[in-house]
């Protein structure tokens, strides 16, 4: 694993809890469902309505006015629940997850009072790939947003493969793609492999936009625009034989608190008076040869020459239910603080 800690420890990475939260330049910039799932639930079971919060808290607007994700993530990878500790929520949410993630450890409510309220949501989710990609041999060079180079660890269809595996580069699929003179993809997307299910993962070598959710439309629109052209007049949809395509792995584990919110007071409903005491989101996440994996925990109480398709420069990445509007994972990745130095 790469880096595993804490966000404060991070220089250049922002975890955030909607899509529509800026991205600064030069800032990786990392959404998952499962806070806003929690929050969602939250609202649903206990507020009845949007939370009213105490104080400046300009990230609250953002939260409620927020779609609720819950409908986004595949059948049977998100847990939610909510309900107060001395009434057996704990409990509960150990039982349940021990039947529904026996691999994953129950969190612990240590230090409470014990008429705490508690929201909590577990995200888990895999993508194996039909067939692995090939690890890179050599390093991947790749240009963050302020021109910085790193060599990180990459996989892929590799200049040694040239010509060969017809399997592995059917298994991809371009959603769009802009080709420069020097036979290098300036801009794309790439869905990894089109028969996973029920979720997909999406790579798009692309410019900077304000928010994900920015990103995520503009992806959509030029997917939209591609597959609209007829066939002769745009690229091909595959990785052809000659192309190179790589990629960088990654693997990391954050655990996030939202200090926003934390200590600030609920001003209505049954926790009115009271404070949030933990607003806290651990994401783990791993993108490599075979596929990838997400697991998010959220708790708060209370042509004939190859063309090159290289991501070394900033990008996004997405998880989505294949077929679906809305993605349950999204990062940018503007640097290489969370790539697989090599």
Known sequence: ????????????????????????????????????????????????????????????????????????????????????????????????????????????????????????????????????????????????SEGKETSVKSF????????????????????????????????????????????????????????LAAALAQVERKSRESAAQDVGDREPVRIHEPDVFLVPDLFWQISHHYIQLEGKRFASGPLKGRPLAIAQQDVLFRLSRSGADLESESKMLAPAKSTYFFIDRPFLIVMKERGAVNPYFVMWVANAELLQRW
């Open 1 to 144: 694993m790469g880096f595993s800690g804490p966000s404060q420890a991070l220089k250049t990475t922002q975890v955030v809890a909607t899509l529509d939260a800026p991205i600064p330049k030069g800032t990786n910039v990392i959404w998952c469902a499962s806070f806003l799932c929690a929050w969602k639930a939250m609202e649903q079971d206990l507020e009845a309505g949007p939370v009213v919060i105490d104080g400046d808290v300009p990230m609250l607007a953002s939260l409620n006015a927020a779609p609720d994700p819950r409908g986004w993530v595949p059948q049977g990878a998100l847990y939610t629940a909510t309900g107060w500790l001395d009434k057996g929520i704990g409990r509960a949410i150990a039982n349940d997850l021990k039947q529904r993630f026996p691999a994953k450890t129950p969190p612990v409510f240590e230090g409470l009072p014990p008429d705490s309220f508690v929201a909590y949501s577990y995200l888990e989710a895999t993508v194996k790939f039909a067939l692995p990609y090939f690890q890179s041999r050599e390093p991947l060079t790749f240009k963050d």
């Open 156 to 211: 892929g269809i590799r200049v040694e493969d040239a010509g060969a595996y017809l399997q592995l580069r059917a298994q991809s699929r371009i959603l769009f793609s802009e080709i420069g003179f020097d036979y290098r993809a300036k801009q794309f997307a790439v869905d990894l492999c089109t028969s996973s299910a029920p979720s997909q993962v999406i790579v798009a070598l692309m410019g900077q936009e304000p928010t």
